[in-house]
């Protein structure tokens, strides 16, 4: 990150004022990112569009609260001020155009719904399916950049997840039990580097708990460059997506957010955001086989586990029989 630049700390308070002109596309609308984003943005007086896969179902009691189901989220927001609700798909071009529509930014916020393990394991979701990771994190976002690219919109703000590393293990197990999701979120990175978009990316830590400590804890590291994986809450990470819009000198950035010791770090992303500075380094082209190649291991790994372990099982069944048939006998 660079020295604190003065631009850095004026042009927000432009472009803050800019926003409220602004309009804005999310996906991930009834997620638990997704949702507290456009919570904040219609807060701001911000025209939201939000993209809905299902349509709202008058008979639902609104509800935000954590158990809500999703028509009931969907119910809640559009019933805020500045929001307009949007039925389609992500991984379909002409819902994506309806979305980004005379808006001046996309808030990538979707993410594929976790399979059931071992549909995932036994790769029994074929890469073409709509629900299968390629179409969300990867043909989704390339739709995304291609109807904002249709309508002079260059502003994308995508959240993904660290993921340049195949061989770790929280990586491979996600690719495992997740259809690849980490691979494909790391190939739909790249498109947007490629695009000429203004894009930033952002990559945090564990989303999902709540009950995260407050106060001097946030941690910004630019250039895709690493962080400890730390727990951080949805409203962190929204707060964050919402902020870089007033940030111009956050485009063509790759963002990792992490939480970092009390103390350590800064109680708001603002000065953070300042110091941001657009990626430089080369990251590597493509990661795909590397993903698909430590995934297999993973799998022929697990598989040599279970058989060793039901082979011990099956020895100390025997065992135990024939010591019951001793003492019956
Ligand atoms: N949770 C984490 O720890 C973590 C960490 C790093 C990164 N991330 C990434 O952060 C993003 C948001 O996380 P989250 O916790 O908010 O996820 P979430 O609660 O599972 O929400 C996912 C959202 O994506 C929507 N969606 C799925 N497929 C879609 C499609 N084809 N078209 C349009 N919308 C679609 C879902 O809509 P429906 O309600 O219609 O299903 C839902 O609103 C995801 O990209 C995730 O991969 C998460």
Redesign the pocket.
Known sequence: MKSVAFTAYVAPIFFSCVCLAMKVAV?????????QAIEILSSKGIQTRC????PIDASVSPSIDGDAS?SE??SFLSSLPHVTMVE????DIG?CRELVEGCDAVLA??????PPPLQSLFRLLPETD??HSR???YL?VKNLIDAAGECGCKRIIR????GEEPTQVFTVLINMLGNM?KAW?YEGEQLLRASGMDYTII??????RDDISTGRVLGLADNGLDLPVTAVS?SQ?ANLCVECLDYPNTSRSTLTAMNVPLGTGEDSYAPLLAKVESDTRSFPTTLLNEHKRAARIGAAMLAALVAIMSTGLAAALKAIGGLVMGVLS
């Open positions: 996906t991930g609308t009834t997620g638990r990112l997704g949702r993209l809905l896969r299902h999703p989220v969907a389609g798909d992500a991984t819902s916020l979707h993410g594929p719904v976790r709509p629900k179409s969300v994190n989704a959240v993904t997840g660290k999701a979120n990559r945090p830590g564990v989303m999902g949805h990470i």
